[in-house]
C-alpha cells in the first residue's frame, strides 16, 4: 500500500485567478460557530457592486440531489447592513428569499442557521464537527452567481479542529476560494480533528495527482488505514475503465468520511471530492465505490438539465438511469473486480436489479427516461400524502443498472468480446467530459439522448443496434433479454423458486394478515381485487390470522390453482377468488454450481467482465 499518514489539514493547490482575485467583485463570507453545542452557524456574507434592490436566497435544491430540500426553514436572526454598517430591514417576497434595498452599492447579510443532520445534503454541527453542504449553510444572490468567492472559517477554541474541503486553499490557512458559484456549492466542507490518509496516482501523461481520504469517526489506526487501502483498490480499478484520472482542479480528490454512530448513511458526489457517511468505518467501501465513479460520470460526463445546477427549482433529466443507474452498475462490479465480493455476490446484486425491472410493475407506467423525470418526487424528497411510486415507479439506480447490465452484455456478445461498456464510458468522456469547461465547476459539453444515441454508435459502429437499443429499453419500456444474455458468461437464469405457487410479493403487517404496502399491477393478488389496507380472513373456507398461516395456505397450493379468499377493506367484509402463478422472479448461478462445466470461451468471457482491469492485477478470485 502507498498511502500515508498525515497530520497536516488537507491542502489544495492555488490557481492564478485565486491569488489575484479583485477585491472589488469578491463575494466574502465568514462562518464561525460561537456555540457548537447548540448546532448553529454563524454566517456573514459580503455582497459588493450591488445594483438595484439585492436578493439573497437560500438554496432549494443542492448538487446531486434533485429534489427541493428548503434549506430556508433553519435560518433564524437575519440582518442586513450597507457599507456603512448602517442597519438595513429586508423584506421577503417569498420564503426563500431577503430583498434589500436603500443601500450605498454594498450588502453584509448576517444570520444563524440550524443543522443537526450529517449525510450528504444538510448542516450537521455539534463538539466533535461542523459537517457542511454549502448549498444548506450558504446564502447566495441574484446576479452575483459569477462572482469569485473568498470564505473564511473560524473553528471553536480549543476544539483542535482543521479544514478538509475541495475549495481552493490561499495563504491563510483557514481561508479558501472558489471561482463561482457552481462550484463554492459543490464543494462540501468538514470542519473536525479527522485522520488523514493519503495517496499519490499517475496518469497516462505523467500528471500526478493525490487522492486523500479526511476521516472522522468512531475508528482506530488501523481500521482507517484498512479503509484507506480499500479505497486505493477502488480507486486504480475505477480509473482502469476510463483509462485517465480526470483532471483534478485542486490537484486532489478528497473522501470527506464520517462514520459516526449518530449520522446518517448516505453518499454523495462532487467535482473534486464525495462525502461518505454512516454509523461505522466497517463495510463502507461499496458506497465509496459509487461515489468515486461519478468524478467521471455526472461531475463531468453530465446530462443536460443538470448544467448548470439550478438552485432555485428542482432539477430535472432525461438521463438519471445513466447519471446514476450506469455508476450503481459500475460501482458493484469496480467493487467485486477490486476483490472486495466474490463473483456470486456481484452477480446476485446484478440479478437483483434486473429481477425489479423485468418484473416490476413500475414497467408497465414509466421508461427508465421517465424514471428519470421522476426525481424531484423521490430524491430524498417528503411528502405527507400516500402516492402509489411503489407499484409505479422503479429507482432509476436500480432501472439504470439493469439497462447498463445489459448493454454491457449484449456488447460483449455482438463484438465477441471486443467492446464492452468500458468502451462506451470512454466515448462518453472523450466527448463530454474530458474537454472540460470555461471555468472550474462549469461543464461545457452536457449530453442529450441524442449524443448518447451517437456514442453507442461510434463504438459499434452499429448505429441501427445503438438506435434499436435506445428506442427498446430506455425510451421504450421492453425488458431485455437476459436469460440468453448471461449465458455467455457462465451463467444460468433459472426460477428463484421453480413450481412454487405464488400469490404476488404481499408485504404484511407485523403479526397480522393486513397487507402493509400496494399490490403490484399484474399480480394474482391485484387480479383478485386485493389492496393496501385490506385483512385477508380466510382462505378456501380456513380462518387465517398470522403471516405463517396465510403462507402456509399459499405453499401447499400449485402454480394455476385457484383458492378463494375472505377478507376486510374499508367498505367492510368480501370474497373473491385468487389464481396462483409461478413466482416470477429468477437468479443467475454459475453453470459449475448447477453440475455443469464451465467452457473455455465462456471462462474468457467472465474473466474479461468481473476480473481485475488493471493490467499487473494478479485475479484475487
Known sequence: MRFIVVAAAVATSVTL????????????????????????????????????TLQ?????????????????????????????????????????????????????????????????????????HAHMNLPATLMWARGFEERPVRITF??????????????????????????????????????????????????PDGKRFVIRAAVHADADARQIDQYAGGLEKIVNEAMAVFGEFPQYDTGTYTFLADYLPWDDGDGMEHRNSTVVTGTSIEHALGTASHEFFHCWNVERIRPQGLEPFNFEEANLTDSLWLAEGFTQYYGELIFGRAGFADRQRTIDGFAQSANAVVNGSGRQFRSAVEMSHMAPFVDAARAVDRTNFRTT???????????????????????????????????????????????????????????IRDR???????????????????V???????????????????????GAAWAGDLSLQQQSTTIANLVAPGTPAYDAGLEQDDEITAV?????????????????????????????RRSGPATATLRLKEDPSFTFEAVERGGGTLGSDQRTFREAWLGSQIKSAVPRF
Not at 483542535?160 to 481552493?168: D, H, M, V, Y
Not at 440468453?484 to 433459472?494: D, H, N
Open 540 to 568: 378456501d373456507g380456513k380462518r387465517v390470522s398470522t403471516p405463517q398461516q396465510l403462507q402456509d395456505a399459499i405453499r401447499t397450493r400449485r402454480p394455476g390453482d385457484r383458492i378463494s379468499i375472505a377478507f376486510t
Open 56 to 128: 439573497a436566497r437560500m438554496s432549494r435544491s443542492s448538487p446531486g440531489r434533485y429534489a427541493v430540500h428548503e434549506f430556508a426553514k433553519n435560518v433564524y436572526d437575519v440582518h442586513a447592513a450597507d457599507g456603512r454598517g448602517r442597519e438595513l430591514q429586508p423584506t421577503r417576497p417569498n420564503p426563500y428569499q431577503w430583498d434589500v434595498a436603500g443601500h450605498d452599492g454594498r450588502v453584509t447579510m448576517t444570520y444563524k442557521v440550524y443543522g443537526d443532520h450529517v449525510d450528504g445534503t444538510y448542516l450537521g454541527i455539534d463538539t466533535t
Open 476 to 498: 421504450g419500456r421492453e425488458a431485455i433479454d437476459y436469460g440468453r444474455l448471461i449465458q455467455r458468461a457462465g451463467f444460468v437464469m433459472k426460477p428463484r423458486r421453480p
Open 456 to 474: 453507442l454508435a461510434e463504438v459499434t459502429g452499429d448505429r441501427v443496434f445503438a438506435e434499436d437499443f435506445v428506442t427498446r429499453y430506455i
Open 393 to 451: 415507479f422503479i429507482s432509476y439506480y436500480t432501472y439504470g443498472a439493469a439497462v447498463a447490465l445489459g448493454l454491457d452484455l449484449s456488447l460483449r456478445d455482438q463484438s465477441n468480446g471486443k467492446v464492452t461498456l468500458d468502451d462506451f464510458m470512454r466515448a462518453m468522456w472523450k466527448a463530454h467530459g474530458q474537454p472540460g469547461g470555461p471555468q472550474p465547476g462549469l461543464v461545457g459539453r452536457p449530453y442529450s439522448l441524442r449524443d
Open 17 to 52: 485567478w485565486a491569488r489575484a482575485l479583485p477585491a472589488d467583485s469578491v463575494v466574502v463570507y465568514q462562518v464561525s460557530f460561537p456555540a457548537p453545542e447548540h448546532r448553529f452557524a454563524q454566517v456573514s456574507v459580503t455582497f459588493p457592486e450591488v445594483s438595484g
Open 154 to 203: 473560524a473553528p471553536p477554541a480549543g476544539l483542535n479542529w482543521k479544514p478538509a474541503t475541495q475549495l481552493f486553499t490561499t495563504d491563510e490557512p483557514w481561508t479558501f476560494t472558489a471561482p463561482n458559484l457552481q462550484y463554492l456549492f459543490d464543494s462540501p466542507t468538514e470542519l473536525s480533528a479527522y485522520a488523514l490518509r493519503q495517496f499519490n496516482v499517475t496518469n
